[in-house]
């Protein structure tokens, strides 16, 4: 099974800021990793796939990058609707598909 | 639109059995996978098992042997009946599709509780 680590637990960003979230494969996963958000509440929602794919209706403020072992999913300038957690997952090893253990992003 | 409505949550003793049920609307479970996910209180996501198209079927390991996912075609509807239930597996269960591999659209979610 592929572990996979997120970095950092907890980020505060000023509003406008970049925010930078790291996900860590514990073997590669090639580019089959996706990102989702989970807003207090709420299911989680699909933000990115293939890496740097943007789901449909995802703002280009949100983008991913990455390959191998090493993935970033980057808010080039953080909105105050962008407050939820944050998840990795790998899908190229499956079954099981993995989480990380996911980035809490809240407003400094 | 697309939409994913789980049903069939609630709270249960140890031991006993429950069936969740996922409602779809704006495509066909009969020409999607489909997945569950479930969230313990407070912790993050943890995959619990998938439907092919072709009718093969693949489980975590933390519930292989008690879980069957199974689906309606004709009601498009998912199902996940979970049998033999512990407290471990108390958690918001999501029904999701898989799609390029990833899960792109989700159910709000149904709560199951086990506890004596």
């Known amino acids: 099974e592929i572990v996979m680590t997120q970095s950092p637990a907890t980020l505060s960003v000023s509003p406008g800021e970049r925010a930078t979230l790291s996900c860590r494969a514990s073997q590669s996963v090639s580019s089959n990793l996706a990102w989702y958000q989970q807003k207090p509440g709420q299911a989680p929602r699909l933000l990115i796939y293939?890496?740097?794919t943007r789901a449909t209706g995802i703002p280009a403020r949100f983008s991913g990058s990455g390959s191998g072992t090493e993935f970033t999913l980057t808010i080039s300038s953080l909105q105050s609707e962008d407050v939820a957690v944050y998840y990795c997952?790998?899908?190229?090893?499956?079954?099981?598909?993995?989480f990380g253990q996911g980035t809490k992003v809240e407003i400094k | 639109e697309v939409q994913l409505v789980e049903t069939g949550g609630g709270l249960i003793r140890p031991g006993g059995s429950l069936r969740l049920s996922c409602a779809v609307s704006g495509f066909n479970v009969s020409s999607n996978y489909m997945t569950w996910v479930r969230q313990a209180p407070g912790k993050g996501l943890e995959w619990v098992s998938v439907?092919?198209?072709?009718?093969?079927?693949y489980y975590a390991d933390s519930v292989k042997g008690r879980f069957t996912i199974s689906k309606d075609n004709s009601k498009n509807i998912l199902y996940l009946h979970m049998n033999s239930l512990r407290a471990e597996d108390t958690a918001v269960y999501y029904c999701?599709?898989?799609?390029?591999?990833?899960?792109?659209?989700w159910g709000q979610g149904t709560m199951v509780s086990v506890s004596s």
């Open positions: 999701a599709r898989v799609e390029w591999d990833a899960f792109d659209f």
């Open positions: 439907f092919y198209v072709g009718g093969s079927t």
């Open positions: 293939e890496t740097s």
């Open positions: 997952q790998q899908y190229n090893n499956w079954p099981p598909w993995t």
